[in-house]
Nanobody, 119 residues
Framework: QVQLVESGGGLVQAGGSLRLSCAAS????????MAWFRQAPGKEREFVAR????????YYSDSVKGRFTISRDNAKNTVTLQMNSLKPEDTAVYFC????????????WGQGTQVTVSS
């Protein structure tokens, strides 16, 4: 069982930056791929970024590539999403998720943190 708690959301102007963090419980953190998803009002949840268990491989959606960076610290059981050059369309609730190492299934989710980007 893994419990995830996100933090770091807030209100920022377009062009600004925010850093989201996700703290995970459990002693097997490195056995999970970690990812960030987001859901904007009236839209389906969408994939944002993923990082492998060892932190050596990352994937990004085309909409955030070059602006967002995902990283993890397995010693501290944390995963971070650094978001730069934010746009109003990045406004959403952001969720942290833990899944299998292939990244094909996510079994554990955080409660979400709101990110609002004003124009």
């Amino acid at each position: 069982q893994v419990q995830l708690v996100e933090s770091g959301g807030g209100l920022v102007q377009a062009g600004g930056s925010l850093r989201l963090s996700c703290a995970a419980s459990g002693r097997t953190f490195r056995n999970y791929a970690m990812a960030w998803f987001r859901q904007a009002p009236g839209k389906e949840r969408e994939f944002v970024a993923r990082i492998s268990g060892g932190g050596t491989t990352t994937y990004y959606s085309d909409s955030v590539k070059g602006r967002f960076t995902i990283s993890r610290d397995n010693a501290k059981n944390t995963v971070t999403l650094q978001m730069n050059s934010l746009k109003p369309e990045d406004t959403a609730v952001y969720f942290c998720a833990a899944g299998n190492l292939a990244g094909s299934r996510y079994d554990y989710w955080g409660q979400g943190t709101q990110v609002t980007v004003s124009s």
